[in-house]
């Protein structure tokens, strides 16, 4: 187990640990520090929030000694480990060379790197002085596709039953589904939305499934074709469309995907 240590008139050393959990960009005045003392102060702990795999973050430790002398700064990950020793873990990787008395550096992040995340201020002698605070860092991972429309039926009349499934493509967090038809989104009150999940993989990325039934009616049919189309969001919106057709419809339609989005369109006959 190594310790890292800077010394000067200060010491730093930043003890890593094990564990994961979320956090919020945020500024947090100490209520303790609100008082009339003239020693240490923690004023605020900044973790940039959410951060994104394959992003450098920088954790700030902000505070004041005023009569105090610093003994050192301490970082802590989920409080798995004791005081004193750096312990090397998936998903930290340590700038040095960017890291200073006030915020440690971290490289490249990635899913591993979320968790919760402690600085640890401590004066000298006389006073002894330890100020304290945590905050989550919450690591997305964005989906690298649209969601999949599964279900549709070669073709639909009057009356029959429209049974589709959506998923998502894996993220962190789980993306949040919603369904719409001919352009407008599906609510409970009209149509049966059910069967909501997520499932959580080994990677750690979730996917969500979402369930849209309806009775197909003559309102629904449009030029002789229902679309519906299913959006995902994770940050920002994709989504998948599918064409669900009459009988009477034009059998000859072709279905194809693009990068974030599925759509079918129809070959003119000659």
């Known amino acids: 187990m190594n310790r890292l240590t800077w010394s000067a008139d200060w010491m730093l050393r930043l003890i890593i640990c094990s564990n994961s959990l979320v956090i919020l960009k ?125 279900g549709v039926r070669p073709e639909y009349r009057i009356g029959d039953k429209v049974n589709l499934n959506c998923t998502s493509a894996r993220s962190k967090p789980a993306a949040k589904l919603r369904w719409y038809v001919n352009n407008r989104e599906a609510k409970p009150e009209e149509y049966e939305l059910s069967n909501a999940t997520r499932v959580l993989h080994q990677d750690n990325l979730e996917t969500s499934s979402l369930i849209l039934r309806f009775m197909a009616l003559d309102k629904h049919f449009r030029s002789g074709v229902i679309r519906v189309k299913c959006t995902a969001t994770v940050v920002h919106t994709t989504s998948n469309e599918a064409i669900l057709r009459g009988e009477s419809t034009d059998k000859n339609i072709e279905y194809y995907q ?13």
């Open 26 to 150: 945020l500024f947090i005045l100490l209520a303790s520090n609100l008082g009339s003392s003239t020693g240490l102060k923690l004023i605020m702990l900044e973790v940039p929030s959410p951060s994104y795999v394959g992003e450098s973050v920088e954790l700030s430790c902000i505070y004041e000694l005023e009569s105090d002398k610093l003994y050192s700064v301490k970082w802590y990950k989920n409080d798995d480990w004791p005081p004193g020793q750096f312990l090397p873990i998936s998903g930290i990787r340590v700038d040095l060379s960017k890291s200073g008395m006030n915020s440690v550096f971290l490289k490249y992040i990635d899913i591993n790197t979320a968790g919760v995340y402690r600085c640890e201020v401590s004066a000298e002698a006389p006073s002894f002085v330890t100020e304290e605070c945590e905050k989550q860092l919450q690591v997305t991972v964005l989906p690298t596709s649209g969601p999949q429309i599964s």
């Open 258 to 270: 693009g990068e974030n989005l599925s759509q079918c369109k129809y070959n003119e006959k000659n």
